[in-house]
């Protein structure tokens, strides 16, 4: 009963508190992965490996144990209670159908692809904004930028 006291307390103070300050959370902090390829010598490092390729935004090539590789983005990824059980899915640079491997058919990954969302955060925007700005500029706005 305590217990559902505090949360019906803490759900009445975001209630009343002021939208800027609740929305404000700390970023996360982004590793450099491009060109990384991790030591996967335990499931572990398997999975954590995976987890990285999953929110990395270029291409990764996954090496599988008969020799055979795949290059492309890491759109989605099922995690079961084994490495047999668990699978990514891959959309392949060369525009073939989405390939699926398991974890346990995986020898190796590198992170090949450039990373598309590096320096990309908004705060990286807000510091261009304000040299830009300092330096006389007028109408400054977002552009997207060129894809290779």
Not at 30 to 53: C, N, V
Not at 88 to 100: D, K, T
Not at 120 to 145: R, S
Request: aromatic share 8%; hydrophobic share 40%.
């Amino acid at each position: 009963m305590a217990t559902e006291i505090q949360e019906g307390a803490k759900l009445e103070q975001l209630a009343h508190a002021n939208p800027d300050e609740i929305e404000v959370a700390a970023g996360r902090e982004r590793e450099q992965l491009e060109g990384w390829i991790p030591s996967l010598a335990t499931d572990t490092e398997i999975r954590e490996a995976l987890e990285k390729a999953f929110d990395y935004r270029g291409d990764i090539t996954v090496t599988r144990k008969d020799g055979t590789q795949v290059v492309g983005y890491l759109f989605d990824r099922r995690q079961g209670f084994s490495l047999t059980d668990s699978l990514v899915r891959i959309l392949p640079a060369n525009g073939s159908g989405r390939v699926s491997i398991a974890y346990s058919e995986i020898a190796a990954i590198a992170f090949t692809g450039r990373d598309t969302a590096a320096g990309k955060t908004f705060e990286a925007w807000v510091k261009k904004y304000w040299e830009k700005k300092a330096a006389g500029e007028k109408n400054i706005q977002i552009e997207p930028e060129k894809l290779d």
